[in-house]
């Protein structure tokens, strides 16, 4: 009853800050199972985005990062809150890949020009052939430019050849501008 009483008066957001951080900071298993509802609701709050942005860049621990992004990206904010852009580029930079592919899917909502400033991490990612190649195809369109150049365009044509990722191949190519010498 209490989240449906926050839920409509979202300008009380600022009152459940401390036990949002408080229940951020514990371990995932130990958490209330309400505050993942709680933030949904709140999340459209700029203090509550604060709030998980600050979070998500204090914590190292993968399982907390996991419940955050995964907060992030039923967000779908239209705009990226400055306080998720430093822990995003570090998770995309260094993350581990069960949590590059939710960052993927976040940064992948946003226009383009909100995407141009992780523009060198997305093609450090894309190139990387220690990185699995869906997400480095993910990467790929995630990019902000239409262009592609001939390292990236023949591994999107390499991976037409695979069933795993045909698909995903597919559609980046349906999707983006070539250089004569590729058509």
């Known amino acids: 009853a209490g989240l449906f009483v926050l839920g409509r008066h979202r300008d009380w957001a600022a009152g459940a800050l401390p036990w949002l951080s408080q229940q951020l900071a514990l371990p995932p298993k130990e958490a209330s199972p309400l505050l993942g509802e709680a933030l949904g609701l709140l999340g459209a709050t700029p203090a509550i985005r604060d709030l998980i942005?600050?979070?998500?860049?204090?914590?190292?621990?993968?399982?907390?990062?996991?419940?955050?992004?995964?907060?992030?990206?039923?967000?779908?904010?239209?705009?990226?809150?400055?306080?998720?852009?430093?822990?995003?580029?570090?998770?995309?930079?260094?993350?581990?890949?069960?949590?590059?592919?939710?960052?993927?899917?976040?940064?992948?909502?946003?226009?383009?020009?909100?995407?141009?400033?992780?523009?060198?991490?997305?093609?450090?990612?894309?190139?990387?052939?220690?990185?699995?190649?869906?997400?480095?195809?993910?990467?790929?369109?995630?990019?902000?430019?239409?262009a592609l150049d001939e390292p990236s365009f023949s591994f999107i044509l390499a991976s037409l050849e695979q069933p795993a990722t045909r698909t995903a191949a597919a559609a980046l190519l349906s999707n983006r501008q070539y250089e004569a010498t590729q058509l």
């Not at 914590?59 to 239209?78: F, I, N």
Request: hydrophobic fraction near 45%; glycine fraction near 6%.
């Open 53 to 146: 942005g600050q979070e998500l860049a204090r914590t190292s621990r993968p399982d907390t990062q996991t419940r955050l992004l995964e907060v992030m990206a039923g967000l779908s904010p239209k705009a990226l809150p400055d306080s998720w852009k430093t822990p995003l580029a570090r998770l995309l930079e260094n993350g581990a890949a069960a949590n590059v592919a939710p960052v993927l899917d976040i940064l992948g909502k946003l226009p383009a020009a909100d995407r141009a400033a992780f523009a060198p991490a997305l093609t450090q990612l894309a190139g990387a052939d220690r990185t699995s190649p869906g997400l480095r195809l993910q990467a790929l369109a995630t990019l902000p430019t239409a």
